[in-house]
């Protein structure tokens, strides 16, 4: 009964460094979302996908890439990590838009740019 | 550019009492509206939602009313219980598939 998984927890990175988040789900939810939450800011989507081997942009892109080579996983990449990218991240994941349902969320990843 | 606003950021409210949330949109086109509770370290998670076909929505002590012509939503917790005390998003979408959230308010219900 994992629901949404993300890895890892908490992660420190130096300016210029990359790193990879995955989001793993075991609820077979075909929609799958990256969001990020900063201080007064709430939720913003960063990147989502519809289906296996789909992503879209969301609305805070930039600096950001996605993949979606299996279901279960997503996968949020930093590939030159910048102080603005100090958030903490979410994934979450649906059946379908949600629109009633609402997203399962994991429970975040602590990213920390010097 | 927010498009959905919670301008209360922290709520106090005594044990059996209600609470009430309130969260307003400026886009006319939102038409599924949702309530997230989340706790510190964990992720959000959902709470009620309400389509713009409808203008009330009710799940055990908890409300969510749509005004679409003031374009403003609000979340009724009655009787507020301490383990209530959490953080409560509003998010909002339309056609597409983003939901845009709000910043969130902080509600502590006192003992």
């Known amino acids: 009964n994992a629901g949404v998984t993300q890895t890892p927890k908490f992660r420190v990175l130096k300016t210029g460094q990359s790193m990879t988040l995955l989001c793993a789900q075991d609820m077979n939810h075909e929609y799958m979302y990256w969001y990020r939450q900063d201080p007064g800011m709430g939720l913003r989507l960063i990147h989502y996908s519809v289906g296996e081997g789909t992503t879209a942009k969301g609305e805070v892109p930039d600096g950001y890439n996605v993949s979606r080579l299996k279901k279960q996983n997503f996968l949020l990449g930093l590939e030159s990590a910048a102080p603005s990218q100090t958030s903490v991240y979410f994934c979450?994941?649906?059946?379908?838009?949600?629109?009633?349902?609402?997203?399962?969320f994991g429970s975040g990843t602590r990213l920390t740019v010097v | 550019d927010q498009q959905v606003k919670q301008n209360s950021p922290s709520l106090s409210v005594q044990e059996g009492r209600i609470s009430i949330l309130n969260c307003d949109y400026t886009?006319?086109?939102?038409?599924?509206f949702l309530w997230y509770k989340k706790y510190p370290a964990e992720g959000p998670t959902f709470l009620i939602s309400?389509?713009?076909?409808?203008d009330k929505n009710e799940d055990g002590r908890f409300t969510v009313f749509l005004n679409k012509s003031a374009k403003h939503l609000s979340l009724h917790i009655v009787p507020s219980q301490p383990g209530d005390s959490a953080v409560y998003f509003c998010a909002a979408s339309g056609a597409g598939n983003q939901f845009y959230f709000g910043t969130g308010t902080s509600l502590t219900v006192i003992p």
């Open positions: 979450a994941s649906s059946y379908s838009r949600a629109a009633l349902y609402g997203y399962t």
């Open positions: 886009n006319s086109m939102f038409d599924y």
């Open positions: 309400i389509s713009s076909i409808k």
